[in-house]
């Protein structure tokens, strides 16, 4: 049963182009949604977070967009960068211990 | 880095042999997860521990089983490997209090059950 649902697989942006990651999610409880970059061979690392009570939040050049009524969420790379080539799994996580459900993770490819 | 080391990095097992994974923190953290990655399924959660003896199931549970006697190591146990179990194991921790702590990563332990 996968509770969140991410989009698309993989995904193609040249340098300088705009890269949106979307996920949704069914359970209701989930109150923490992070985003991990994952490069090969190393563990996910924690790129941006956000809580349902924001619509909203910007770090630098990667931006979570949230919408609670649609149990959607999505991440967005700005004037993405070669460097930024890797794979992106989004992540819900309610009051119980802090347990994560992934999504399927998106392989993103920046081309120079 | 988070201060979470894996070991082995690597391990090539037959069928039916048991495994032990070990997760080693010097963070001092409260919770520990263990999740395989498999490719389409993104990370599933395995085991967690939320204190020194105190263990829970997760979503893959079946054939895995965990022991956490220290704060700092929480170990993964295959009791009898099987190709099904062929994945990248990951160990997390996480300080704990609020619900939106986050979780950090080690690198990962390969494992190939042939």
């Given amino acids: 049963q996968q509770q969140v649902k991410q989009s698309p697989q993989s995904l193609i942006v040249q340098k300088g182009g705009i890269s949106i990651i979307n996920c949704a999610y069914e359970n209701t409880a989930f109150d923490y949604f992070p985003w991990y970059q994952q490069f090969p061979g190393k563990g996910p690392a924690l790129l941006i977070a956000i809580r349902p009570d924001v619509s909203e939040k910007k770090e630098g050049r990667f931006t979570i967009s949230f919408n609670k009524s649609a149990k959607q969420f999505s991440l967005h790379i700005m004037d993405s960068q070669p460097g930024d080539s890797a794979t992106y799994f989004c992540a819900a996580a309610g009051t119980s211990y802090g347990k994560l459900t992934f999504g399927q993770g998106t392989i993103l490819t920046v081309h120079p | ?114």
């Fill in chain 2, 1 to 114: 880095d988070a201060g979470i080391t894996q070991s082995p990095r690597h391990k090539v097992t037959e069928t039916g042999t048991p495994v032990t994974l070990r997760c080693h923190q010097t963070e001092n953290h409260r919770y520990m997860y263990w999740y395989r990655q498999d490719p389409g399924h993104g990370l599933r959660l395995i085991h967690y521990s939320y204190g020194v003896k105190d263990t829970d199931k997760g979503e893959v549970s079946d054939g895995y089983s965990v022991s956490r006697s220290k704060t700092e190591d929480f170990l993964l146990t295959l009791e009898s490997a099987t190709s099904s179990q062929t994945s990248v194991y990951f160990c997390a921790i996480r300080a704990g209090g609020d619900s939106n702590q986050p979780q950090h990563f080690g690198d990962g332990t390969r494992l190939s059950i042939l």
